[in-house]
């Protein structure tokens, strides 16, 4: 059995079941992911299969998105992260350069996300037409297995959304531009043909049915209700677990005034959430920061949404490792996912 062979093996054997008995065959979420790949870089050399170490040949590159190693059926994430094999063990794995938080007035969060709410609540439905569209940009950190792997470059993926009143569905997503630690990472990425560099977009078209959201209905426009609601298909633990099932509706829904009220009033009914402050996103737009730290993956994780000061719309999503890395590659504070919502509004027709 190869290495790559025998991982993807133990991702399917985790992995495999969760999909399987749930709605839609979806995959887990990401903090589940993360605590699957944690076990399995934890587990005692013993209990782990063999991996021959040789040398890797330029057939053996790939393209692997989230938290995953290898490709699998049951794995549907953009493709994200641009890395290869490579010997040297102690190289670091490339990351976003974090945010600059600016402290902001010493105010609890509940009490600003309720001033956020309450702007939200006034503004109009976005845009005109039934049809919801959005455009995102996302990243996530690939984790290092065995030393074998480096990332060399940060590869965004963009995915346009157009989901239709009766769920079908048209996407369309490429590659974003890439972002390279030092001159050495962009010059490495060159000269193994630049993975990950054709921005080609690809199109799906999903007819009614055809495309797994995670919620065919709308979002309660009240805290209370939301709060079970966003439970239905998220097995959420801690504070982190609602910031989370919150960047998963985000993705696939646009929100009216009412609905976008709920979702800042629930999170100011959240504890441990903390008014991080002004602060500018990657698209430099400014916006107010929320935190919370959560460890339900195996690691203290940062999540931070950032929300417009004025409309209360949801401008990006951030999670950071601050204390630790465990076993994965990163320099701390490591950035390993952000999500920037770019648009989010109704329209008329699809292309």
Same mark, same amino acid.
């Given at each position: 059995?190869?290495?790559?062979? #025998? ?14 008995? *749930? ?62 094999? @490579? ?30 709410? @309450? ?22 950190? &690939? ?15 963009? =995915? ?6 009766? +769920? ?15 001159? +050495? ?26 495309? #797994? ?8 426009? &009240? #805290?209370?209700?939301?709060? #079970?609601?966003?439970?239905? &298909? ?34 100011? @009914? ?20 929320? @935190?919370? =730290?959560? /460890? ?25 490792? =601050?204390? /630790?890395?465990?076993?994965? &590659? ?6 390993? *996912? ?9 329209? /008329?027709?699809?292309?």
């Amino acid at each position: 059995m190869t290495d790559d062979e #025998a991982i993807t093996r133990q991702l399917h054997e985790r992995w495999g079941p969760l999909a399987a008995a *749930s709605r839609a065959r979806q995959v887990p979420d990401q903090e589940t992911k993360e605590r699957i790949l944690q076990r399995i870089l934890q587990e005692p050399p013993d209990q782990q299969p063999q991996r021959r170490r040789h040398r890797w040949t330029g057939r053996q590159r790939f393209l692997v998105g989230g938290v995953a190693a290898v490709a699998m059926a049951v794995v549907v994430a953009a493709l994200t992260v641009v890395l290869w094999p @490579s010997h040297a063990t102690s190289a670091y794995a490339a990351t976003p350069p974090g945010l600059n938080y600016q402290p902001g007035p010493q105010l609890p969060a509940a009490t600003v996300l309720q001033q956020l709410a @309450s702007a939200a609540q006034a503004t109009d439905r976005p845009g005109g037409g039934t049809v919801e569209y959005l455009r995102i940009e996302s990243w996530d950190l &690939n984790a290092s297995i065995d030393g074998q792997q480096v990332t060399t470059a940060v590869v965004p993926s963009e =995915t346009q959304i157009w989901r239709q009143p009766d +769920d079908a569905a048209v996407t369309i997503a490429r590659y974003g531009t890439p972002w390279f630690p030092d001159d +050495d990472a962009e010059q490495a990425w060159k000269a193994n043909r630049s993975p990950g560099s054709d921005t080609t977009p690809r199109r799906t078209d999903d007819p009614p049915g055809g495309h #797994a959201w995670l919620w065919d209905d709308r979002p309660p426009p &009240n #805290a209370d209700q939301l709060r #079970a609601w966003l439970r239905r &298909n998220h097995n959420i633990t801690d504070t982190g677990g609602y910031f989370t099932a919150v960047v998963d509706l985000l993705k696939e829904r646009v929100l009216t005034g009412k609905e976008l009220a709920s979702v800042l009033r629930l999170l100011a @009914s959240l504890p441990t959430v903390d008014y991080t402050g002004p602060v500018t996103d990657r698209t430099g737009r400014p916006g107010e920061a929320f @935190s919370t =730290t959560s /460890t339900s993956g195996g690691l203290p994780v940062r999540h931070t949404l950032i929300v417009d000061r004025t409309s209360g719309r949801f401008l990006a999503y951030e999670r950071t490792l =601050t204390t /630790t890395a465990g076993s994965l &590659n990163v320099r701390i504070p490591a950035v390993t *996912s952000y999500v920037i919502f770019h648009d989010a509004r109704f329209t /008329t027709g699809t292309p």
